[in-house]
Structure formats: C-alpha cells, structure tokens
C-alpha cells in the first residue's frame, strides 16, 4: 500500500507570497492533518479534515487554510507568507477521525520564505 | 493549559544499557498518550500508545497519572533504537494531538 504522499517536496518563497501543498492520504484512510514543525516551536497542529469537512483547528492565524476534496487528498494554503513560516509541513493520514487514531506521516514539505 | 514536556533534547547511552525516555504532560482530564518515533531518513511513525499497554521493539511505557508521566523505558539499547522520540498527548474536547519537543537518541556501540 503506497504512503503518504506530499508534494511538493521543497519550496521557497518570497514574503507576501502565497502557497499551496498537496498530501495525498494512504488509500481508504478518510482523515487528513496537517502540522507545522519548527526547530523552535517542535510540532504544531493545523488542522484535521474528515469527509471534506474541517473537524479540527489548531491556533493559527487564518492565513493557514485547507480543504479536503471527495477522493480524500487535502490542500493547505497559506496567504501573505511571512519569515516566520518557514517550517517542515507535515501531512497525516488516518482511517477514522480524531488523533487517537493512529497517524501515517507524509515526508513533508519545506518551506523557505525569504 | 495543556503541554508536553520531554525534558531531554538528547539522550546518549551504550549498547546495551537501559534507557528511560522521560515524557510529562499537563492535563486535568483523561489523557490519550503516544510515543512516535523518527529514525533517521524515515517518516515519523507511532511506536506505541499507551491504551494499548503493548511492547514495539522492547520498548514500553507506563501511564503515571499520579505524576502525570509517560516515560518510555527499555532494558537493552540497541544501536538500531537510535531515533527522534516524540511523546504526544491527545486531549481536550477536539482531541487534537499536542507535542513534546523530542529527544533524541543516540545508541553508541
């Protein structure tokens, strides 16, 4: 069964800017989230999205946005990127809904804003 | 506020010898635990939780709830454990997972 897969796998950016990653999940799981990683700030949640639907968000500004499409891959876009951006953005995918459920983690993407 | 704290960022032990991950948590209510694990080059992976009450790889964790602790404990390091441990803590009314900052291991031969 093919993993998680993200694209793509490595960005750079200027401030201002916008941008949009992909996470496809392992098939049949119906669960997408997304994290932030930052050597600083470790690992943060975004968000998790079920059926299309967001079901779960994180303390992010509404810069960082997503959405889920019928086949279950998601799309996170953050708007007017600033420095502070820069990070490993991770995708997960689970069967069911909720993080108690085992999550499969995507490679991520990293994302430079200069 | 809910938090996690690994208070390690980096663990070196022998082959070998025992090795205790320490995790402790804050939250009021009845917690979820995990440990996730990212060996080099891999993705991160869960290694076990704590519902489970199972062994991955020699590798076991008590929930301590009078300390609020998940430590992850095994007797005989192997070079093969050397890794990025994550300890997460699923809580709340929305459940979302909330992470430690990692500790990493080192296995020396």
């Known amino acids: 069964k093919a993993g998680v897969t993200q694209t793509p796998r490595y960005l750079i950016k200027t401030r201002g800017q916008q941008v949009t990653l992909s996470c496809s999940p392992i098939?049949?799981?119906?669960?997408v989230s997304w994290y932030q990683q930052t050597p600083g700030q470790g690992l943060q949640f975004l968000f998790e999205y079920f059926s299309e639907t967001q079901r779960n968000k994180g303390n992010f500004p509404g810069r960082f946005s997503g959405r889920q499409f019928s086949n279950s891959r998601s799309e996170m876009n953050v708007s007017t990127l600033e420095l502070g951006d820069s990070a490993l953005y991770l995708c997960?995918?689970?069967?069911?809904?909720?993080?108690?459920?085992?999550?499969?983690f995507g490679p991520g993407t990293r994302l430079t804003v200069l | 506020a809910q938090r996690v704290t690994q208070p390690e960022k980096l663990l070196s032990v022998f082959k070998g010898a025992p090795v205790e991950l320490k995790c402790n948590y804050s939250?009021?209510?009845?917690?979820?635990l995990f440990w996730y694990v990212q060996y080099s080059r891999q993705r991160l992976q869960l290694l076990l939780r704590h519902i489970s009450r199972e062994s991955i790889k020699g590798f076991t964790a008590d929930l301590n709830k009078g300390e609020t602790s998940f430590h992850l404990k095994k007797p005989f390091a192997q070079e093969e454990d050397s890794a990025m441990y994550y300890c997460?803590?699923?809580?709340?009314?929305?459940?979302?997972?909330?992470w430690g900052l990692g500790t990493s291991l080192a296995v020396n031969p």
């Open positions: 939250y009021s209510g009845s917690p979820e």
């Open positions: 098939s049949g799981h119906r669960s």
């Open positions: 997460a803590l699923s809580a709340g009314n929305n459940r979302k997972l909330i």
């Open positions: 997960a995918s689970s069967l069911f809904q909720g993080s108690y459920n085992e999550q499969f």
